[in-house]
């Protein structure tokens, strides 16, 4: 089974900064796709990033950028100039790239709170 | 476009009444349809997931079940709520080409 594991329950930071989230992931897979999900406090499911595995180049979103490191099963997310509306829950996913079920396993998520 | 409907927003249930949710998804065929739970403060459970009508497969053993009658329509059912069934249900549907997942705006379930 595929473990995805974020460290950090709860993360600051304020307007305008910069901040990582991290994550790791466990996987014997070599085909897989790794997701970072938003939830405001509105509690939709936001997709922010996704990452092919066998893509070597990160992924970036506007201010959202990944930092993959697939030797060492890291996939952080790196937010930049941080706005208070970025304010909600961070969930890094992972999904394998093959097999009829193919569901995507989620981390436990960081709160992010953005402060003025 | 694809979109998914899921019903309805909040739920307040006596314990050992019956659970029918229900999700739908408009804008494409023989989608893979799952279910989650998100407990308070914690991240997302898959419960079942399906890859066609009346195929289910279960991740945890639990007091719900779920059925696929039909190609786009996914139900979550309990015969008789516990007070730890409470939290917020997510209905997604996951694309063929794995681009991202698709989800429902959620249930919010309390059993009082």
């Known amino acids: 089974a595929q473990t995805v594991t974020q460290s950090q329950p709860e993360m600051s930071v304020q307007e305008a900064e910069t901040v990582t989230l991290s994550c790791t992931y466990d996987t014997s897979e070599n085909n897989y796709y790794l997701f970072w999900y938003k939830q405001p406090p509105s509690r939709q499911m936001i997709l922010v990033i996704r990452?092919?595995?066998?893509?070597?180049q990160n992924a970036t979103e506007n201010r959202f950028s990944v930092n993959f490191q697939k030797a060492a099963k890291s996939f952080s997310l790196k937010i930049s100039d941080s706005q208070l509306g970025d304010t909600a829950m961070y969930f890094c996913a992972f999904m394998l790239g093959s097999g009829s079920g193919y569901a995507l396993n989620f981390g436990k998520g960081t709160s992010l709170l953005v402060t003025p | 476009s694809q979109t998914i409907h899921q019903w309805p927003a909040t739920l307040v249930q006596p314990v050992g009444s019956p659970l029918s949710l229900e999700c739908t998804v408009e804008g494409t065929s023989n989608p893979n349809l799952y279910w989650y739970r998100q407990a308070a403060g914690r991240g997302l459970q898959l419960l079942f997931y399906?890859?066609?009508?009346?195929?289910i497969s279960s991740e945890v053993p639990q007091n719900l079940s779920a059925s696929r009658p039909q190609d786009r329509q996914f139900i979550l059912s309990s015969k008789k709520l516990l007070l730890s069934d409470s939290g917020f249900y997510l209905c997604?549907?996951?694309?063929?080409?794995?681009?991202?997942?698709?989800f429902g705006q959620g249930t919010r379930l309390t059993v009082v």
């Open positions: 997604a549907w996951i694309s063929r080409v794995r681009t991202e997942a698709f």
């Open positions: 990452q092919e595995a066998y893509k070597q």
């Open positions: 399906s890859v066609g009508i009346g195929q």
